[in-house]
């Protein structure tokens, strides 16, 4: 009987702890949560930082300037897929998050880290390559910024904070 209680607390606890790690994981299946925000890191267990230099993917906008209120189209482009992201517009000046973004792709979702619409997260886990979107600058003035995005390839590979070239803003005297 003691072979027979063993083995069963062992079935148990594999089932428990492999019920948590799916939970955990599912959790992050439909976008990053509020708690990257700032930094704009996964969250996952055991993930693995990639240099931003060595990564696949670019952002980039064809514009080199806008001004208040203009709307900017922004192009993620990767050589390989990936699972999930997150895209904000960031002040040079400060590092802060700012606009809005008003056109999303599919298989993404808004996420409101400071303001509603500030950032741009997956909805699912399906597997994305390129990927466009339209940022809104707010209409007041704030300067120069740059777009960040973090990519999760896998539940255990990411690359976080990959910039684009500054966008400056134009008709500052």
């Given at each position: 009987m003691e072979d027979g209680g063993r083995a069963h607390t062992a079935v148990v606890g594999w089932a428990c702890t492999t019920l948590c790690l799916v939970s955990y994981a599912a959790a992050f299946s439909q976008g990053a949560s509020l708690s990257a925000c700032s930094d704009m890191m996964p969250r996952h267990l055991r993930v693995q930082l990639?240099?931003?230099?060595?990564?696949?993917?670019?952002?980039?906008?064809?514009?080199?300037?806008y001004l208040p209120g203009d709307k900017v189209p922004?192009?993620?482009?990767?050589?390989r897929d990936y699972m999930g992201f997150m895209l904000q517009a960031r002040k040079v000046s400060n590092n802060e998050i700012a606009g809005t973004f008003i056109f999303l792709p599919p298989g993404s979702k808004l996420l409101t880290c400071f303001e509603d619409g500030d950032t741009v997260t997956?909805?699912?886990?399906?597997?994305?390559?390129n990927l466009s979107f339209v940022w809104k600058a707010p209409d007041q003035p704030i300067g120069?910024?740059?777009?960040f995005i973090s990519i999760v390839q896998s539940y255990f590979v990411y690359w976080?904070?990959?910039e684009s070239a500054v966008v400056a803003q134009g008709g500052q005297n």
């Open positions: 990639h240099s931003s230099n060595s990564n696949y993917i670019t952002v980039h906008t064809n514009m080199s300037f922004v192009t993620v482009r990767s050589t997956h909805s699912d886990k399906s597997l994305k390559r120069d910024i740059k777009f976080a904070k990959i």
